[in-house]
């Protein structure tokens, strides 16, 4: 690199990202889901899951948000599968 050679730079290190990246979860702090606008956040146990209203989260969350219709709040089925809205 001294002498400008950066040819290994695209090169990843498969044990250093092993060892430190993969099979890991990122620290979050708390649990917490920081906003995009970078606000506190809240605990992902308050949020709607979008993902078993879309058909596509399986029970129990992976992400432990609350899994009821956003449409009309029944547990029972998503709001893909909402007749009441």
Known sequence: ??????????TIDTTLQAEHL??????????????ASGGTGKPCE?????????GTC???CQ????HKC???????HGQSACTRT
């Open 22 to 35: 993969i099979g890991r979860d990122r620290s979050r702090g708390a649990a917490m889901n920081k906003s």
């Open 46 to 54: 308050s949020d709607i899951c979008r993902n078993f209203n879309k």
């Open 58 to 60: 399986s029970t129990p």
């Open 1 to 10: 690199m001294i002498r400008g050679d950066y040819s290994g730079w695209a």
């Open 70 to 76: 956003a449409g009309c709040s029944s547990a029972d």
């Open 63 to 66: 992400h432990n948000r609350m």
